[in-house]
């Protein structure tokens, strides 16, 4: 498992500096459409275990609108999608009626995978568009995957006291501890070698407020999947599982990222969202 992690990591690191660095802003929006896409869709299969295309499709569809008016803003406004998206699955439900007794709670997973997946990690989308958009992401995900990596080792060589038993055994206190002091040292040093943007007072409180909702995001993943009663979201990283196993603090750092640029420090106060 730990050599799978390495390789996977050898791999997709320099593709990811290539991705944010020098391809245009389109590829990136393309590849986090994509990542929001799959994530979702490992969200309802361990949700739906069987069956539900319809409600699946129109999840998907609903995600991918938000992210497009994520990238172009003035294509349509928030409440259209919404409404686009509440009105669409009440819809499908009363014309299919094949079991009622399932229809709360079909709609209401397929309503939250938009908001939990599409909308959340949408962010990304958001961050890349603004100034030193491409500094930003690699901050956000330098400091979420520090901070993740941190917690896991940690806690494996040092871990004692368990955190979350019934949400994820293997989590501890010393792991958690560990991941969110790594995640504000490689903040601080980050906004040193690249994000003058920042100062280092911002540097210490975004590294303690991704730390934080970061694993908050790693834990709720790891509630929806124990109540699903399945270990991994997917297979399709080596070493890691799902997207949505890789991508489950992100979902929560990027919006606290993104607001906190907007509303501490100012930054693209004029994006309409």
């Not at 690699?138 to 917690?151: M, R």
């Not at 040092?158 to 206190?173: D, E, L, N």
């Not at 399709?236 to 907007?262: E, N, Q, R, W």
Request: hydrophobic share 50%; charged share 15%.
């Amino acid at each position: 498992m730990h050599l799978k992690r390495v390789i996977s990591a050898v791999i997709i690191l320099p593709l990811f500096y290539l991705l944010v660095q020098y391809l245009p802003p389109m590829i990136f929006f393309i590849v986090v459409l994509f990542g929001i896409l799959l994530g979702q869709l490992e969200f309802y299969r361990f949700s739906y275990p069987t069956g539900k295309r319809g409600l699946i499709l129109l999840g998907l569809l609903c995600s991918g609108l938000i992210a497009v008016h994520f990238y172009e803003p003035g294509l349509f406004l928030d409440r259209e999608v919404l409404t686009v998206l509440v009105g669409a699955v009440l819809l499908y439900q009363l014309a299919m009626q094949k079991d009622l007794t399932a229809t709360l709670t079909d709609a209401a997973v397929s309503v939250l995978g938009v908001f939990y997946v599409g909308w959340l990690l949408g962010h990304l989308i958001l961050l890349r568009n603004l100034d030193q958009g491409d500094s930003l992401i690699f901050f956000l995900f330098l400091v979420t995957w520090v901070g993740d990596t941190g917690a896991y080792y940690i806690g494996k060589g040092f871990g004692r006291r368990r955190m979350a038993p019934q949400i994820s055994p293997h989590k501890t206190v010393e792991g958690a501890i560990g991941g969110w002091l790594a995640g504000i040292l490689v903040a601080v040093l980050a906004q040193q070698w690249f994000l003058p943007l920042i100062s280092v007072p911002d540097s210490l409180i975004l590294g303690g407020l991704l730390g934080v909702v970061g694993q908050l995001g790693d834990l709720t993943e790891s509630m929806f999947k124990r109540g699903a009663g399945v270990k991994d979201s997917g297979h399709f990283l080596p070493g890691h599982g799902g997207v949505l196993d890789k991508l489950d603090s992100l979902i929560f750092t990027a919006p606290m990222f993104y607001y906190y640029l907007l509303w501490v420090k100012q930054l693209g106060r004029m994006v309409v969202i």
